[in-house]
C-alpha cells in the first residue's frame, strides 16, 4: 500500500510537471497547441492527396450506424464514399445496404464480422469507423491501424485497462490515426461552458460537483440490452459516463489521478419487479406474460425502426432488443458515487442514476473568483394520455454565474439543433467538412483523450469491488496528456472579493 502510495505521488508529481510544461508552452506558443489538435481534425476530413474521395468502411450496422451512413453517403458526399459494411448479423447488414440503395442509389458491399480483414484488402478505405457495442471496439480500432487504416471509433474507446493498453500501443507503433468521437464536447451549451471557464470568469476551478440522472425511458434501456452485462459495456460507469468524464476532463483541461467509488443496483432487480406488483421478472417483454401491467415494456413490433433492425433479424444471432429490465442476471449497477482527484489538484463528487424521475444533469465549478453552475433538463416524461407529469420547468437548462460576493447573473444559452443537445451535427461537420475554422476549443479527440475518458470509470468499476482508492497510473502508465485549450491557472494572483 506504502509502495502504491509513492507510486501515485511519484505519478501525480509528474503529470504535474506534465501540466505545468503543458501551461507554458500553450502560454508562449498560443496558437501552437489550437493548430496542433486541428491538424487531427484536418487529417480526417481533407480529401486524398490524389483528389479522389476518402474511404469508409463501417464495421457495427446497428442504431448508432445511421448517423455516419447518412453523413458519408448523403450529407458529406461531396468528399466521402462508403465502401463497406461488416457486422456479425447479416440480416442486419443486408438492411445496412438496402438503405443505403434507396439512400444514395449505391450497393454498398458487405461482409460478414469474419471477413473483416477481407473487406480492408478488397476495398482498401483509408478510414474505419466503428459502431460496434463497446467489448468489442479494441478488436476493430486494433485490426484496422495494422492493416494501415486510420480509425474513427465512438465511444467508449473500449472497455478495460488491457484493451485500453493495447490500442495505444497499437496506435504508438502503426503510427495510424484514432479519433475518437465524443459528440457531448459538441453541444453548443457545453462548448458554452468551456468557453466560460477558459475566460477565467470564475477564476480556476478548484472543485466541481456533478450529478447526472437517467429516467426510467432511457436509463431504463440500458438495462434490456447488450449494455446490461459488464463484459460487453464496461457497465454504465464506462458505457455511459465516458461521456460525462470526457466532458470533466476536457472542461478542466486536466486528467484523473485516482478514483474511489461506490455502485449498487437496487431498482433493475427481481425483487422490485415485485415491489411494483408483478409477480416474477421474465425473459423479455415482447413474450411477456405480465407485459400489459409492466410500463418498464418495450414493444418491439409497434416500432418500425426497431422491429427492422432488431426484431426482423432475431433469427440470425438470437439477440433479444427487449431484455426484461428486472432479470436477475443484469450485472451492471443503477447507483453509482465516485470521487475523482485529478493532475491539476481539482476534485470531484459525481453521481449517475439511472432509475430518475427526469433525464439530465448539473454540474457546479467552484472557482477562485466565483461559481459556475449548469444545469440541463434533457427532456420532458410524456405519459401515455400526453400529459406532462412533473411538467418540463422553465428554467430546465441554464448556465447562471455566481461572482464571489456579487449577483448572481444568466448568460444566454448557446444553442443547437438535432440529436444529442446538437452536438451530433457540430461535431459530423468537424468530421466531414473539408475546410473550418481553427477549434480554439480543441473539441477533436484521439486514443489519449479516449483513453482518459474510460479509465475513471474502468478505476470506479475497480474501486466498488475493493472499496479502496484506484490510482490511473496503475491501470495504464504513462499516458500522454491530451490536446486541452489553456485554463487559467492556479498560481496567479486573484482580486480580493468586495465586502460583503
Ligand atoms: N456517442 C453517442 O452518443 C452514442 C449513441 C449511441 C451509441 N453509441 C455507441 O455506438 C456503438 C453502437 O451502439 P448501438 O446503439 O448502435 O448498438 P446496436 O446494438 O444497435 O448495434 C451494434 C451493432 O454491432 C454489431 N456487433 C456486435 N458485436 C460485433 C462484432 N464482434 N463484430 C461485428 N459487429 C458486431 C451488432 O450486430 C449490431 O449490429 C456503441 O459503442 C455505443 O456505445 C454512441
Known amino acids: ?36 489538435a486541428s491538424a487531427l481534425a484536418e487529417s480526417f476530413n481533407v480529401t486524398t492527396v490524389d483528389g479522389r474521395k476518402k474511404r469508409y468502411a463501417l464495421v457495427g450496422v446497428g442504431g448508432r450506424s445511421g448517423m455516419y451512413r447518412q453523413a458519408i453517403l448523403k450529407d458529406y458526399a461531396a468528399h466521402h464514399e462508403m465502401v463497406g459494411f461488416c457486422d456479425l448479423n447479416l440480416g442486419r447488414l443486408k438492411l445496412a445496404q438496402s438503405k443505403a440503395q434507396k439512400m444514395a442509389g449505391v450497393t454498398v458491399p458487405i461482409y460478414e464480422a469474419k471477413d473483416f480483414d477481407r473487406m ?63 459528440n457531448y464536447r459538441y453541444s453548443p451549451h457545453r462548448t458554452q461552458v468551456k468557453e466560460l471557464l477558459m475566460s477565467g470568469v470564475i477564476g480556476d476551478v478548484l472543485s466541481v460537483d456533478f450529478h447526472w440522472l437517467l429516467d426510467t425511458h432511457h436509463g431504463t434501456d440500458y438495462f434490456r440490452r447488450w449494455h446490461s452485462n459488464k463484459a460487453n459495456s464496461g457497465g454504465l460507469m464506462v458505457h455511459k459516463a465516458t461521456h460525462h468524464f470526457d466532458l470533466v476532463n476536457w472542461w478542466l483541461s486536466a486528467v484523473p489521478v485516482s478514483v474511489m467509488a461506490t455502485g449498487k443496483r437496487e431498482f433493475y432487480t427481481p425483487k422490485m419487479a415485485q415491489r411494483l406488483g408483478l409477480e416474477s421478472h421474465h425473459e423479455r417483454c415482447h413474450t411477456c406474460p405480465e407485459k400489459a401491467k409492466c410500463t418498464f415494456r418495450l414493444d418491439l413490433a409497434a416500432d418500425p425502426g426497431l422491429k427492422e433492425l432488431y426484431l426482423d433479424q432475431e433469427s440470425y444471432d438470437g439477440y433479444f432488443r427487449d431484455r426484461c429490465v428486472f432479470r436477475p442476471d443484469i450485472d451492471i449497477e443503477d447507483t453509482m458515487n465516485v470521487q475523482v482527484r485529478y493532475n491539476t489538484g481539482v476534485t470531484m ?32 416524461y410524456l405519459s401515455k394520455d400526453g400529459s406532462l407529469p412533473h411538467a418540463v420547468k422553465a428554467d430546465g437548462t441554464y448556465i447562471r454565474i455566481y461572482p464571489m460576493r456579487a449577483p448572481a447573473y444568466e448568460p444566454e444559452i448557446w444553442k443547437g439543433q438535432g440529436s444529442h443537445g446538437g452536438g451530433d451535427n457540430v461535431m459530423l461537420d468537424d468530421l466531414f ?28 468499476n475497480y474501486s466498488f469491488i475493493s472499496g479502496k482508492a484506484v490510482e490511473i497510473a496503475d491501470l495504464v502508465p504513462a499516458i500522454p496528456l491530451p490536446d486541452y485549450p489553456l485554463m487559467p491557472p492556479h498560481d496567479v494572483p486573484v482580486p480580493m472579493p468586495p465586502d460583503a
Not at 473539408?434 to 479509465?455: H, M
Open 349 to 380: 463528487a459525481y453521481s449517475l442514476n439511472a432509475f430518475n424521475a427526469w433525464e439530465g444533469y448539473h454540474i457546479s465549478f467552484n472557482g477562485t473568483k466565483g461559481r459556475l453552475e449548469h444545469k440541463e433538463e434533457e427532456k420532458a
Open 120 to 182: 480492408i484488402g478488397e476495398q482498401k478505405p483509408d478510414i474505419v469507423i466503428v459502431t460496434t457495442k463497446d467489448a468489442t471496439h479494441n478488436q476493430y480500432i486494433i485490426r484496422a491501424m495494422e492493416l494501415g487504416c486510420d480509425v474513427i471509433t465512438e465511444k467508449p474507446m473500449t472497455t478495460d485497462e488491457v484493451k485500453c493498453r493495447a490500442i495505444l500501443e497499437t496506435q504508438r507503433t502503426t503510427g495510424r490515426r484514432c479519433r475518437v468521437t465524443f
Open 433 to 460: 467538412l473539408p475546410e473550418k475554422p481553427l477549434d480554439k476549443y480543441l473539441r477533436a479527440s484521439d486514443q489519449r483523450g479516449g483513453a482518459y475518458s474510460i479509465l475513471t470509470g474502468i478505476a470506479a
Open 1 to 36: 500500500m506504502k509502495k502504491k502510495s509513492r507510486e501515485s505521488d511519484r505519478v501525480l508529481e509528474s503529470t504535474l510537471l506534465k501540466r505545468r510544461e503543458f501551461i507554458s508552452v500553450g502560454a508562449l506558443a498560443g496558437t501552437g497547441m489550437l493548430l496542433g
